[in-house]
T-cell receptor, first 111, second 111 residues
Framework: GEDVEQSLFLSVREGDSSVINCTYT??????LYWYKQEPGAGLQLLTYIFSNMDMKQDQRLTVLLNKKDKHLSLRIADTQTGDSAIYFCAESLTGANNLFFGTGTRLTVIP | NAGVTQTPKFQVLKTGQSMTLQCAQDMNHEYMSWYRQDPGMGLRLIHY???????DQGEVPNGYNVSRSTTEDFPLRLLSAAPSQTSVYFC??????????FGQGTRLTVV
């Protein structure tokens, strides 16, 4: 099956940049997503990138996609305590509606 | 616009009991799915439906049944709850061209 991998934990100091990484195995991905889950809440779509793009920027968020290495990253500039959450990488494949999720990275922002 | 609504938010069951987790969406989305979230494992697909009357199994379907009699509703049934089904359950809906919208989740504990 499809394999989407993330590291489980990341700690950064408030004001620094955070970089959350994700690798995937299926080259037929159409969209790659980043979802944010705050404690006790559902999943909130943060941003996404189409598989034929290399980069997408949205305010403090920058998504980089390296298709050759099947590597996706999410950079959060000027990380704030409100950014503390679990971040999930997910992919959808050509012709399919299912999403395949990574394990999630728990980001802790230290004041 | 309510989006995806899941009920209940919390539930405790005894081993062997049955129950139904409800999911309703008001966006007229064709595609609906159920995921379970377990620590360190991300979200795993249980069952999904591409339209009323059509359901199919995901990655971890054992112990769960679904039906889709209307476009709006996609209930998940546990016929005989087991402690291994202790998890947080998320329902999601989407169209072909849209992104997945998630409910707030149901936290289920089986004792």
């Amino acid at each position: 099956g499809e394999d989407v991998e993330q590291s489980l934990f990341l700690s950064v100091r408030e004001g620094d940049s955070s970089v959350i990484n994700c690798t995937y195995t299926d080259s037929s991905s159409t969209y790659l997503y980043w979802y944010k889950q705050e404690p006790g809440a559902g999943l909130q779509l943060l941003t996404y990138i189409f598989s034929n793009m290399d980069m997408k920027q949205d305010q403090r968020l920058t998504v980089l996609l390296n298709k050759k290495d099947k590597h996706l990253s999410l950079r959060i500039a000027d990380t704030q305590t409100g950014d503390s959450a679990i971040y999930f990488c997910a992919e959808s494949l050509t012709g399919a509606n299912n999403l395949f999720f990574g394990t999630g990275t728990r980001l802790t922002v230290i004041p | 616009n309510a989006g995806v609504t899941q009920t209940p938010k919390f539930q405790v069951l005894k081993t062997g009991q049955s129950m139904t987790l409800q999911c309703a969406q008001d966006m007229n989305h064709e595609y609906m799915s159920w995921y379970r979230q377990d620590p360190g494992m991300g979200l795993r697909l249980i069952h999904y439906s591409v339209g009323a009357g059509i359901t199919d199994q995901g990655e971890v379907p054992n112990g769960y049944n679904v039906s889709r009699s209307t476009t709006e509703d996609f209930p998940l049934r546990l016929l005989s709850a087991a402690p291994s089904q202790t998890s947080v359950y998320f329902c999601a809906s989407k169209t072909d061209k849209d992104f997945a919208f998630f409910g707030q989740g149901t936290r289920l504990t089986v004792v």
